[in-house]
Nanobody
Framework: QVPLVESGGGLVQPGSSLRLSCAVS????????MGWFRQAPGKEREFVAG????????YYADSVKGRFTISRDSAKNTVYLQMNSLNSEDTAVYYC???????????????WGQGTQVTVSS
């Protein structure tokens, strides 16, 4: 069973907003930090935003700071990524991931979702 399942991707116009969801449905074995990454065609996977589950502290990549907001709903075991003022450079497959501690390094995340496509185009 895949412990992380993303949803909410789609095709939107520049300047639009979109909210991604990541449902934590399985056992992530004590992973307390959740992160969002993205990967555009021909590019490496890059960190977008992270949240330390227990205290709710957040951190962001410079490229999305001020436009994206990560949050969590502990009752629903779900992490969200609210994306505003989207532009074509935000087009990518977005992945949810879980790690034991706050980090921007993809290799330090133990669990990954299957990804959801976000396309920003007019």
């Amino acid at each position: 069973q895949v412990p992380l399942v993303e949803s909410g991707g789609g095709l939107v116009q520049p300047g639009s907003s979109l909210r991604l969801s990541c449902a934590v449905s399985g056992d992530t074995f004590g992973s307390q930090n959740m992160g969002w990454f993205r990967q555009a065609p021909g590019k490496e996977r890059e960190f977008v935003a992270g949240i330390f589950w227990t205290v709710g502290s957040t951190y962001y990549a410079d490229s999305v700071k001020g436009r994206f907001t990560i949050s969590r709903d502990s009752a629903k075991n779900t992490v969200y990524l609210q994306m505003n003022s989207l532009n074509s450079e935000d087009t990518a497959v977005y992945y949810c991931a879980a790690a034991k501690a706050p980090t921007e390094v993809a290799g330090q995340y133990d669990y990954w979702g299957q990804g959801t496509q976000v396309t920003v185009s007019s």
